[in-house]
């Protein structure tokens, strides 16, 4: 396999870090909203919980994103 190759192919696996990423972020404020509908006296408690949650999970599709470009580009 040629070095070109390798880099898309290590470029397009870090592509899938990005769909994971959206993927959770999505599933984090899903499961927020179902679990404050079912008991909303204590939403207003986990909503520093839920934005340390999306700001992890989208800091790891901005790694992912970073290091795609970095491959392709190296």
């Known amino acids: 396999m040629e070095a070109e190759a390798a880099k898309f192919i290590g470029a397009g696996i870090a592509t899938i870090g990005m769909v994971g990423s959206a993927l959770a972020v999505g599933n984090i404020f899903g499961q927020f909203l179902a ?21 992890l999970a989208e800091a ?15």
Do not use: C, D, T
């Not at 509908?37 to 520093?48: H, K, T």
């Open 35 to 55: 679990g404050a509908l079912r008991n909303p006296a204590a939403a207003a408690s986990q909503v520093g919980n839920l934005f340390v949650g999306a700001a």
């Open 60 to 74: 790891l599709g901005i790694l992912a994103f970073v290091l795609g470009i970095l491959i392709w580009l190296g």
